[in-house]
């Protein structure tokens, strides 16, 4: 079974105060990593896809990288608007298999 | 806005009843995801159709249905409602059948609450 796992449940910030989150997974047949952050309430919003070892994508003060077995979502210089709970996807088949988040809170 | 549109946006109701849920997908997708959130199980994918026809499965009970008409709209029919259907439901689409460079987009969900 495709097993996500994301650390840690929650980060607490201070604005300008670089971090890392990390996805780690185990599937057969990695069909694409997927990050997406998701405000209270709301519904998740894309981020990014990932397909290889190697591969780098970056938006804004986000950048995520991807190992064979794990995936990390770096914030650079957050911000109190970057709050908010980062969901890692792996796809297997045609589903998504998510993690169970990381709640992240910046303070100015 | 990721261009998906779910209604209702609420939806409060009591046990033993049966809901209906509709999700629009973004112009040109063909393909509906519904999924399932709740505190203690996270996002858990229910079903997918594309282009009308069922392709994939999750752990979606069998009080639970849905179906994609030709216009490409979906609706997630709930029945027999117990206390722990309570929880947000997702609608996701994408333009592929959910390939591998296909992209899910999500719409802003329908809180659901059974009492």
């Known amino acids: 079974e495709d097993q996500v796992t994301q650390s840690p449940e929650a980060l607490r910030l201070q604005e300008g105060e670089s971090s890392s989150l990390n996805c780690s997974y185990t599937?057969?047949?990695?069909?694409?990593l997927f990050w997406y952050r998701q405000d209270p309430g709301k519904g998740p919003e894309f981020l990014f896809t990932l397909y290889s070892a190697g591969e780098e994508k970056e938006k804004e003060r986000l950048k995520a990288t991807l190992t064979k077995k794990e995936s990390f979502l770096h914030i650079t210089a957050p911000k109190p608007e970057d709050s908010a709970t980062y969901l890692c996807?792996?796809?297997?088949?045609?589903?998504?298999?998510f993690g169970a988040g990381t709640t992240v809170t910046v303070r100015a | 806005d990721s261009g998906v549109t779910q209604t209702p946006k609420h939806l409060i109701t009591a046990t033993g009843q049966r809901v209906t849920l509709r999700c629009s997908p973004r112009s040109g997708d063909l393909s509906v995801y519904w999924y399932q959130q709740s505190l203690d199980q996270g996002l858990q994918f229910l079903i997918q159709y594309y282009n009308g026809e069922e392709r994939a499965k999750g752990n979606i009970l069998e009080r639970f249905s849905a179906q994609q008409f030709p216009d490409l709209h979906s609706e997630l029919n709930l029945s027999s409602l117990e206390l722990g259907d309570s929880a947000l439901y997702f609608c996701?689409?994408?333009?592929?059948?959910?390939?591998?460079?296909?992209?899910?987009?999500f719409g802003p969900g329908t809180r659901l609450t059974v009492l």
């Open positions: 996701a689409s994408s333009v592929g059948g959910g390939g591998s460079t296909d992209t899910q987009y």
């Open positions: 599937v057969s047949g990695l069909r694409g």
């Open positions: 996807a792996v796809r297997h088949d045609y589903k998504l298999s």
